[in-house]
């Protein structure tokens, strides 16, 4: 009975240990639907890949067998530069991923249009590129990320008009490069990130019209600053904006961008005239609920008198809009989802987030 017992325990430790197995350590290049199907078939037990994984081939259309992933030890391609999965739509199948040990590369994917099946990812060790997903529209499927180890580089896709997808991430270890995205009308989705490790770079970006989004960074995280070839970009006096130009030590490039935010000059009168960088909101308003459904009750403490109210939706618009002022906002009409409540007093504008559901 005493050997019966051992062996059942012998088998259930066995069972333990192989249905978490690393494998890989030199890495797998999927370069068909096959390779993918037969995955667990071929590497049974496999649960982390140690090594750097690329999916890129005509034709694969799913990620379905890989669904036993749980992490990634290096890096992960999704795409080649210069190439491209023509026909992967989706990303599920890897939806038990939690950990990405390297950099996450989502790049040239020709009929990708959303990110889901990265939702249990939580951290991105290295730097985090999407460029060229030309059908992207959206980035819906990182709402779990909080850390991106290095870079942050959205670049070229063609048909993202939107951020959210990236309200819980905080810190950027590199980099946060925003280029060449023709249907990007907001940053909104970057409010939480208090922190980057570089140079903030917002370029070529046609149909954005504020730097929204981007007011809870840290000057001090700075490095250098990019702002120009955004031919609609007319708001840029946002707070971590303000904060850089007032005691700024690197390289500043403020150019062809629409009037408002098209020389440093007029960014700083804009600055000057908008903004108090210090002011807390939570110790000078009260804003409740929050979330809100049906209406929201907005107050002042410490004689701040409120002359506007402005309420912005995810692509930078303003959808409501409060002058003179009263106690209480019908927010009854807007749609569930993310927008910005900006006050606007004599000396200055401060934003904050607002949750409509």
């Not at 991106?148 to 946060?176: E, F, H, Q």
Request: net charge negative; with cysteine.
């Amino acid at each position: 009975m005493k050997k019966l017992t051992l062996l059942i325990v012998s088998v259930f430790i066995f069972q333990a240990i192989v249905s978490s197995q690393s494998c890989l350590p030199e890495g797998i290049t999927f370069t068909t639907q096959e390779q993918i199907d037969n995955f667990q078939t071929n590497y049974p037990g496999c649960t982390e890949i140690e090594g750097d994984v690329i999916i890129n081939g005509d034709d694969i259309t799913n990620l379905n067998g890989l669904n036993v992933l749980t992490a990634f030890g290096g890096y992960l391609s999704i795409g080649i530069y210069n190439s491209s999965n023509l026909s992967l739509t989706s990303l599920t199948g890897l939806d038990n991923v939690t950990s990405i040990g390297g950099t996450l590369y989502i790049w040239t994917n020709a009929a990708l249009t959303s990110l889901t099946g990265l939702d249990n990812v939580t951290t991105i060790e290295g730097d985090f590129w999407i460029w060229d997903n030309n059908v992207l529209t959206s980035l819906t499927g990182l709402d779990n990320v909080t850390t991106i180890g290095g870079y942050l580089s959205i670049r070229g896709s063609a048909a993202l008009t939107s951020l959210i997808g990236l309200d819980n991430v905080t810190s950027i270890g590199g980099d946060l490069e925003i280029w060449d995205n023709d249907a990007l009308t907001s940053l909104i989705g970057l409010d939480n990130v208090t922190s980057i490790g570089e140079d903030l770079e917002i370029r070529d970006n046609d149909a954005l019209t504020s730097l929204i989004g981007l007011d809870n960074i840290d000057a001090a995280s700075i490095d250098d600053l990019y702002i120009y070839d955004n031919t609609s970009l007319s708001t840029c006096e946002v707070e971590s904006v303000c904060d850089y130009l007032g005691g700024a030590t690197g390289n500043i490039v403020i150019q062809n961008n629409a009037s408002g935010c098209n020389s440093q000059a007029e960014v700083e009168e804009a600055c000057e005239t908008g903004w108090v960088p210090d002011i807390n909101f939570e110790s000078t308003f009260s804003i409740y609920p929050n979330p809100a459904r049906k209406e929201l009750s907005i107050s002042s403490k410490n004689g701040v008198i409120i002359n506007e109210i402005n309420i912005y939706n995810q692509l930078g618009q303003i959808v409501l809009h409060q002058e003179p002022i009263k106690n209480t906002i019908d927010v009854s009409s807007l749609n569930q989802g993310m927008y910005v409540v900006e006050l606007v007093s004599n000396e200055f504008k401060i934003r904050k987030k607002l949750i409509i559901k």
